[in-house]
DNA sequence: GAAGATATTGTACAACTGTTCAATAAAAAT
DNA sequence: ATTTTTATTGAACAGTTGTACAATATCTTC
C-alpha cells in the first residue's frame, strides 16, 4: 500500500469529522474539505465522488460494527425469545453508540442511500432469524416478509431519532419484542 | 393572485417534467430548468430554493391524492377486517399509478425528505385505524409502535420498489393483511 | 541508493450556484 | 386610462464543481 494514499485519506477524513461539528453535511464543500485537509482538489476527486462518498466510506465502518455487535454473541442452539431479545437490543446499543452519525443519516436532507446500507444490514439479520425459526418448514419466508419485519425495526428507529434519542435502548427493545410477539392492530 | 407568478410556476413545473424524462432529478440543473422554462435564473430563486423545491411541490400534490385515496370511502360504522383491507390497497394503487416519481422517491441519491412526507401521510392513517379498532380502551397505542406499524408497510413498497413494481397491487395487499393479523416470526 | 512507478500538485477551463441591484415590464387598483 | 404596486429581467459577483494536463514530488522495488 503506498503511503501517500493512506495519509491523503486520513487527512479527508479527518477533515470530515472537523467541519461536521461546525455544518451539516450538506453544507461541506469539497473545496472547504480540502483546505481544511491541506490537500489539492483534483487529489480528492483522485479517491472520492464527492462528499458524501467520504461520509459512505465512514458509514460504512459503522455498518460493519453493527454487523459484528448482532453475531458476536451468536447462540447456535436453542434461538428461544431471550435470545431474540439480546440480539435485537443490540441494534439500539448501536445507534445509541454513534448517535451523532445517526442524527445525520435520518436526517431530511440527506440522500436514502444511508437508509439503505442499514435497512440491508438488518435485513440480513432478519432473514437469519427467520430461517431459523422456522427451520423444518420448506416454505421460507417471502421477501416482502423478511423487508416488511426490517423495515418495522427501523420505524422505532425513526421515531427514536424524531423524539431525539431520549428514550433509553432497554425500553425500545422491550417496545419492539412486544410489538414482534403480539398480534398487530 | 398574480398571473406572472402564476405562469412562472407553471413554466417551471412544466420544464421539470420535460427534463425529467431525459435524466435523473439529482442531474437537473437551476440553470438548465429554467433555460427550458424560459425565465431568469433569478426568477426561479424568487419561488424556490433549489431543484428538489420543484420536485416537493409535486411530491405535495400526489401525496395529497394519496389522502384522499385513502379516506374517499371512508366507513364509520363497523370497520371490520374487509374494510382495512379495502382501505390499505389504496396504497398499492396510488404508489402503482405514480410509479414514474415513487422511482425517483426511493431512489438512492434521493433526499430522505420525500419517504417522511410519504411516511407520514400513512402514518396519519395508521393511527386512524389503530385508535378506532382500539376505541374503549383507555391505552392508546404508544408512538413507537404507530411509527413501527406505519414503517413496515413502507417496507412492502420499499422491496416493491426494489423488485420494479413487478408484483400486483392485489397480491400485495394479500401480503400485507396475512403480516398484520399474523404473528410475526 | 538509483530507477521506475505513481500519487500529488498547480493551473486552467467551462459551467453552475446563490445573491444583489437597478431597470424594466406587467399586473392590480383606483 | 392612469397610477401604483410588484414580478421579472439582465448584469455582475465571488465561490463551487468536475475535469484535464504537464510538472513535480514521493513512494516502491530492485
Redesign the pocket.
Known amino acids: ?9 486520513e487527512s479527508i477524513q479527518q477533515a470530515l469529522l472537523v467541519l461536521l461539528k461546525e455544518k451539516p453535511l450538506e453544507e ?8 481544511i485537509a ?10 472520492y ?3 458524501h462518498g467520504v461520509f459512505e466510506k465512514y458509514f460504512e465502518e459503522i455498518v460493519e460494527d453493527l454487523k459484528c455487535s448482532i453475531h458476536a454473541p451468536y447462540h447456535e442452539i436453542d434461538q428461544g425469545v431471550e435470545d431474540l431479545e439480546a440480539d435485537m437490543i443490540q441494534i439500539f446499543h448501536h445507534v445509541k453508540k454513534y448517535e451523532p452519525f445517526y442524527c445525520i443519516v435520518f436526517d431530511e436532507q440527506i440522500p436514502m442511500k444511508y437508509y439503505y446500507m442499514l435497512f440491508h444490514s438488518i435485513r440480513t439479520f432478519v432473514a437469519e432469524i427467520a430461517s431459523f425459526l422456522q427451520k423444518g418448514e420448506p416454505l421460507n419466508l417471502p421477501d416482502f416478509q423478511i423487508s416488511y419485519q426490517t423495515n418495522a425495526i427501523m420505524g422505532i428507529l425513526l421515531e427514536w431519532h424524531q423524539e431525539g434519542y431520549v428514550t433509553s435502548p432497554a425500553e425500545l427493545n422491550w417496545y419492539l419484542i412486544r410489538f414482534i410477539t403480539e398480534r398487530h392492530l
Not at 461541506?28 to 483546505?35: F, G, N, P, Q, W
Not at 491541506?38 to 479517491?47: A, P, S, W
Open positions: 500500500m503506498d503511503l501517500r494514499i493512506a495519509k491523503t485519506h461541506i464543500t469539497v473545496s472547504e474539505l480540502c483546505r491541506k490537500i489539492n482538489r483534483g487529489t480528492f476527486y483522485l479517491h465522488k464527492n462528499i
